[in-house]
């Protein structure tokens, strides 16, 4: 008797469990840093532009530097994650580093110009002007991510200018253009 | 005469108790009394038949399961995630993946030329006794419930799944692995928290 109540116990046991699915559950997770960096590789571009003589045959600053279209423009190709990148635009003034003398001008300010390709919307406006006393970087977040594409960063230099009237002393001039594009 | 009596109402009942049972386990009796003394003995045989039913499951502390980064999804990444069958007879073991990839976190969509959903490569080894083993590997968006062309795309039932042929008692050596070689893709993904969650199922192959 004992051993049939101990066999339809085992018997009303639910077999079916047995057999049942079972499940295990795996979460995975990972990260894409924002990041900027020059799609050739690397996170840093440099470049020289020469504009040449600046003077024109009357000692002063060639009038063709002077107005508002570009004197010089430059593309490069910059990859960025995140969804607005910042563009920080600095600029010294083309100087020949010397003291000029009365009448003279040893200083040329000018306008650096930075544009942008977006993936979607319209790209600020981002500017530089040089002046005697350099104003604070311009400081910009796009609104939306760089385009995925080459030659989306595009420098220009214009608007040429020195007191009125003065000449330039000879010399070498330079100025340096600092771009930086950071994640957000 | 008493006595004879109670033992041939006990046999009865016995066969009775025994034909009432569920059908996984029949009991057949039969059985004889004579009434008048001669012989006082009674025969009484049983024939017991009974099944094993398959089952499957992962073994416990060997579960594929947790949580797992991969850390930086533009670089190369590989995770192994073990875990141990036991299993009574062939199985079949089936991956969902919930976004068939890894997807960012609060990004909707994401702007021409850039991508806010990362692919991976799935891995599924089933090591069994005697040497069995089976072996498949899938990309990610293959894995999605409904999703095609991946010969483990869960739930595991007892047709669907990446079978292994003979049982597993605990055999080390299955695992999952995920990895992505980290080769430049066209489209930049987006800055992001990404994730996915993938389930494994086992289920008795048919």
Redesign the interface.
């Known amino acids: 008797m004992k051993y049939l109540v101990t066999a339809a116990a085992l018997l009303a046991l639910p077999q079916m469990a047995l057999a049942q699915q079972v499940t295990g559950t795996i979460n995975l997770t990972g990260v894409v840093a924002g990041r900027c960096s020059v799609l050739a590789g690397g996170q840093a571009f440099s470049e020289t532009i020469n504009l040449g003589e600046l003077s024109g045959n009357d000692g002063r600053l060639r009038t063709d530097l002077t107005d508002a279209s570009p004197d010089a423009v430059r593309n490069y190709s910059i990859v960025c994650t995140s969804a607005t990148p910042r563009v920080i635009l600095s600029a010294t003034r083309l100087s020949t580093g010397t003291t000029a003398p009365a009448g003279y001008a040893n200083n040329i300010d000018y306008t650096a110009q930075v544009a942008v390709l977006q993936a979607s919307g319209t790209p600020p406006s981002i500017t530089y002007v040089t002046a005697s006393a350099l104003p604070a970087p311009t400081n910009v977040q796009l609104t939306a991510p760089l385009a995925n594409a080459a030659d989306n960063v595009t420098v220009r230099v214009h608007s040429f200018r020195t007191a009125a009237g003065a000449l330039l002393v000879a010399g070498s001039y330079t100025s340096v253009i600092q771009i930086t594009i950071s994640p957000t | 005469m008493r006595r004879g009596l109670c033992r041939i109402s006990?046999t009865s009942l016995?066969g009775a108790?025994?034909i009432a049972?569920?059908s996984?386990?029949r009991a057949q009796t039969s059985g004889s009394a004579v009434y008048g003394g001669s012989p006082r003995e009674v025969s009484l045989s049983v024939n017991v038949t009974a099944s094993v039913?398959?089952?499957?499951?992962?073994m416990v502390g060997a579960?594929?399961?947790?949580?797992?980064?991969?850390?930086?999804?533009?670089g190369p990444?590989l995770?192994d995630?073990p875990?141990s069958l036991t299993c009574n007879s062939p199985s079949r073991v089936g991956i969902v993946s919930n976004n068939g990839g890894?997807k960012?976190h609060g990004?909707s969509s994401a702007?021409?030329?850039?991508a806010h959903q990362?692919p991976y490569r799935v891995t599924l080894h089933l090591a069994g006794d005697s040497g069995n083993s089976a072996h498949a590997t899938c990309e990610s968006p293959t894995l999605t419930s409904g999703a095609s062309g991946c010969a483990f795309r869960g739930?595991?039932?007892g047709t669907a799944g990446l079978r292994l042929p003979g049982p597993s008692q605990g055999v080390p050596g299955s695992y999952?692995r995920?990895n992505q070689t980290g080769e430049p893709q066209p489209?930049?993904?987006?800055?992001?928290?990404?994730?996915?969650?993938?389930?494994?199922?086992?289920?008795?192959a048919t």
């Open positions: 006990i016995l108790l025994l049972l569920p996984t386990l039913s398959a089952s499957c499951s992962f579960m594929p399961k947790g949580d797992y980064s991969v850390g930086n999804l533009e990444y995770i995630i875990f890894m960012a990004v702007p021409p030329g850039y990362a739930p595991a039932t999952i995920i489209e930049t993904l987006i800055a992001a928290d990404y994730s996915d969650r993938l389930t494994v199922t086992i289920s008795p």
